[in-house]
Every structure is written in structure tokens, then in C-alpha cells.
């Protein structure tokens, strides 16, 4: 297998990106997860006491979520190359009668090796991401009618599908 070294060092400094990237992705399945929970607890309850319910607080007490970490990638890799000479000659003599004639060749086969070794690290951190901010950021304020509506904002994919399917 051949790979460019190039490729290499991009995939070596994009990937912890990328991760960043599918963390959004991760917070919205948790606060999904919170949210559809609630929404089954609210749906029990009677009218009087949905009635008092302070849907800034329900939206408020979702998990928050604080990413500090240090990803270190490193790769090593084998590169290696075989060069080969090669030449061949032959020669013939005629002398009246008599003919005479003969080859030769060599070969000559010379290798060598050497290793590529790369390293990144990558410092990731973030203000803590609450969903009453995130939602607030996406103009869906806390009420009785905008549960479901945060819900399915949550459902909806980070990326459009064409970008996710590789």
C-alpha cells in the first residue's frame, strides 16, 4: 500500500477538527435524549401541574457540557524504495569457418529504507455549551410550544447528508 505523505500529514492535523466537529453533533444527542425524557415525565402529569411548570428552569437544568483536552496524534511511517540497474551485452566473431560468440549482463538491486515520524497536538477547549444558550443562539426561546420544536431542531443532522456521507 502507497500513500502520500501529504495525505498523511493532512489527515494527522484535520482529524482532532473533525472530532470537534462531531462533538456538536454529540451534545444535541444528549440534550435530545434530556429532552424527550421530560417530555414523557410532562406528559403524565395533570393539567394544574403543567400549568405551573417554569419552562425557563426545564430547559435551564439540561446538562452542560465542557470540553477541555489535549489530543496528541502521532504516525510513523515505513518508507522504502528498491532500485535496480540492469544492463546485458553480447558480442559474436566470425572468423571464416569459425564463429564465436558470448554474452554477459548484470544485475545490480539496491534498497533502502528510511521512517517518517509526525506528530501533532491539538488543544481543545470550549465555553461551557448549555442548551438553553444553544437554543437561544438558534432563536428557540423556553415555552410549553417551543418543546417540540427544540426537539426536532435537535433531531436535525449538523451537516447537510452530502457532507456526512463520505
Same mark, same amino acid.
Given at each position: 500500500?502507497?500513500?502520500?505523505?501529504?495525505?498523511?500529514?493532512?489527515?494527522?492535523?484535520?482529524?482532532?477538527?473533525?472530532?470537534?466537529?462531531?462533538?456538536?453533533?454529540?451534545?444535541?444527542?444528549?440534550?435530545?435524549?434530556?429532552?424527550?425524557?421530560?417530555?414523557?415525565?410532562?406528559?403524565?402529569?395533570?393539567?394544574?401541574?403543567?400549568?405551573?411548570?417554569?419552562?425557563?428552569?426545564? &430547559?435551564?437544568?439540561?446538562?452542560?457540557? =465542557?470540553?477541555? %483536552? *489535549?489530543?496528541?496524534? /502521532?504516525? $510513523?511511517?515505513?518508507?522504502?524504495?528498491?532500485?535496480?540497474?540492469?544492463?546485458?551485452?553480447?558480442?559474436?566473431?566470425?572468423?571464416?569457418?569459425?564463429?564465436?560468440?558470448?554474452? &554477459?549482463?548484470?544485475?545490480?538491486?539496491? =534498497?533502502?529504507? %528510511? *521512517?517518517?515520524?509526525? /506528530?501533532? $497536538?491539538?488543544?481543545?477547549?470550549?465555553?461551557?455549551?448549555?442548551?438553553?444558550?444553544?437554543?437561544?443562539?438558534?432563536?428557540?426561546?423556553?415555552?410549553?410550544?417551543?418543546?417540540?420544536?427544540?426537539?426536532?431542531?435537535?433531531?436535525?443532522?449538523?451537516?447537510?447528508?452530502?457532507?456526512?456521507?463520505?
Amino acid at each position: 500500500m502507497t500513500t502520500k505523505v501529504s495525505s498523511v500529514l493532512k489527515e494527522l492535523c484535520s482529524a482532532p477538527l473533525e472530532a470537534a466537529v462531531e462533538a456538536e453533533s454529540e451534545y444535541r444527542r444528549i440534550w435530545l435524549k434530556w429532552l424527550q425524557g421530560k417530555q414523557a415525565m410532562i406528559k403524565n402529569l395533570d393539567d394544574e401541574t403543567k400549568a405551573g411548570i417554569n419552562w425557563h428552569d426545564i &430547559f435551564a437544568v439540561a446538562p452542560a457540557i =465542557t470540553v477541555n %483536552s *489535549t489530543v496528541d496524534l /502521532a504516525i $510513523s511511517m515505513r518508507v522504502a524504495s528498491v532500485k535496480e540497474v540492469s544492463a546485458e551485452g553480447q558480442i559474436g566473431l566470425s572468423i571464416g569457418p569459425v564463429h564465436a560468440s558470448g554474452g &554477459f549482463g548484470f544485475v545490480n538491486r539496491s =534498497t533502502s529504507e %528510511s *521512517t517518517l515520524q509526525a /506528530a501533532t $497536538s491539538i488543544v481543545l477547549s470550549n465555553n461551557e455549551q448549555n442548551l438553553l444558550d444553544y437554543l437561544g443562539k438558534h432563536n428557540i426561546v423556553p415555552s410549553k410550544d417551543k418543546l417540540e420544536t427544540a426537539i426536532n431542531f435537535l433531531k436535525k443532522p449538523v451537516l447537510p447528508k452530502s457532507e456526512t456521507e463520505g
